[in-house]
């Protein structure tokens, strides 16, 4: 089986669930050895997904890789994250 991975400041978008039709990013510095920090576009929306929960959208191709955002762009991201959500 294909090993998948939550790339660093990747951009992902959901395909299906909750969030479908959503672009999700990997907010790395706020990850937990059980959670990863995901801000939600376009609403702004700060959230923690389990492990579990992230490697089961990748295997199931529910959530496609878009690309790693420019660390200009991130650093925004990353600020906003911060602003709803505490690290």
Request: net charge positive; charged share 25%.
């Amino acid at each position: 089986m294909k090993k998948f991975s939550f790339k660093p400041r990747g951009l992902y978008f959901i395909k299906d669930g909750e969030y479908k039709g959503a672009f999700v990013i990997n907010i790395t510095e706020c990850n937990t050895a059980s959670t990863k920090a995901i801000l939600i576009f376009p609403d702004m929306t700060a959230i923690r997904v389990s492990n579990a929960d992230i490697d089961l959208k990748l295997t199931t191709n529910t959530a496609d890789f878009v690309e790693s955002l420019p660390k200009s762009v991130y650093e925004v991201c990353l600020a906003q994250y911060k602003k709803s959500q505490k690290c």
